[in-house]
């Protein structure tokens, strides 16, 4: 069973930047494709990005061009640079393995002035 542990979150103003971090275990994480979602309040939790276990990338077009997924394999975590943030990315944010339906307890980003 996968265990997942999001870090990073806080308060924001727009423009600032956060770093998010997830820590998994209980799997050989180098063999997951890996990615973040988020959920805002009243709405569907949404996909923003990915990394397959080669390192290829994918984002959300709502996020691309500011946001970096990035792993680190020795570490077991997945990160989330996410730069020139606006008041629409305030979300919990949980990351995932593929092919599990488990999630941590998240990180809460609220970017607000």
């Known amino acids: 069973q996968v265990q997942l542990v999001e870090s990073g979150g806080g308060l924001v103003q727009p423009g600032g930047s956060l770093r998010l971090s997830c820590t998994a275990s209980?799997?050989?994480?180098?063999?997951?494709?890996m990615g973040w979602y988020r959920q805002a309040p009243g709405k569907e939790r949404e996909w923003v990005a990915s990394?397959?276990?080669?390192?290829?990338?994918t984002y959300a077009n709502s996020v691309k061009a500011r946001f970096t997924i990035s792993r680190e394999n020795s570490n077991n975590t997945v990160d989330l640079q996410m730069n020139n943030l606006n008041p629409e990315d305030t979300a919990v944010y949980y990351c995932?393995?593929?092919?599990?339906?488990?999630w941590g307890q998240g990180t809460q980003v609220t970017v607000s002035s």
């Open positions: 990394i397959t276990r080669k390192g290829i990338k």
């Open positions: 209980g799997i050989i994480f180098s063999y997951y494709d």
């Open positions: 995932r393995a593929s092919g599990y339906d488990s």
